[in-house]
């Protein structure tokens, strides 16, 4: 059974989502601040999923979600952020920190329980290893090697190779990145993804043309 940490400090919230997730077969968890967080994060060995409120009584709940993300245990751990921080630095700084979606209050409890499943299913369907020219991804602990040495890449630079390389040679368009690696399209994403694909060709170095511009289109790898 699939086990979901909810940190959430309104109880209505926390219980409308547990009920919401209980009914489709998870096991849920609620805690109300990060103290207790930490405290079952410790305990906790088999966790699926965090859905994560950001406004809590002891803190910010992106100071959980960076801990999640750098610590070895949990850092490939499904995170949602759930909150009523609805501006846009807010989504882009959390889903940059790693989460894996960003859902505004007030929420769809259906949305958020189709969004969980299908990140998920992403995660079951992840645990395989991707190869092409120089480059290998092993989603499972995802890493992606250069020449047999592993590179380093932020989440989402990660994601966006990851991308390439399992549509290796097939145009992918930007239309198709943005919607993979941030859920909510907004048009400025375009820009960043600009800039996430040239950061990703410098730390490619003499490989950094294997990603190829189609312009007006999107991106794809080539053989170099």
Excluded at 45 to 66: A, N, Q, R, T
Excluded at 209 to 219: A, D, L, N
Aim: with cysteine; glycine share 6%.
């Amino acid at each position: 059974m699939e086990k979901i940490l909810i940190v959430e400090d309104d109880k209505e919230i926390g219980k409308l989502l547990s009920e919401g997730f209980s009914s489709q077969g998870y096991k849920c968890h609620i805690v109300s601040s990060l103290s207790e967080a930490y405290t079952y994060l410790l305990s906790s060995s088999d966790l699926s999923l965090v859905i994560l409120d950001l406004i809590l009584p002891d803190g910010d709940g992106l100071e959980l979600l960076k801990y999640l993300r750098s610590t070895l245990k949990f850092k490939n751990l499904p995170v949602i952020i759930i909150s009523a921080r609805g501006a846009e630095l807010d989504r882009i700084l959390g889903l940059e920190l790693g989460a894996d979606d960003y859902v505004v209050k007030p929420f769809s409890l259906r949305e958020v329980i189709i969004r969980a499943n299908k990140i998920l299913k992403r995660n079951l369907e992840s645990e395989k290893i991707l190869n092409y020219g120089p480059l290998k991804a092993d989603k499972k602990k995802k890493v992606i090697l250069l020449e047999e040495k592993p590179l380093t890449l932020t989440p989402t630079e990660y994601k966006i190779l990851e991308t390439l390389i399992e549509n290796s040679e097939r145009l992918v368009t930007r239309e198709e990145l943005i919607r993979i690696i941030w859920p909510v399209e907004k048009e400025y994403y375009s820009r960043v993804l600009d800039a996430y694909i040239c950061r990703l060709r410098t730390k490619l170095g003499k490989y950094g043309k294997i990603i190829e511009t189609v312009r007006g289109f999107g991106y794809r790898l080539v053989q170099v």
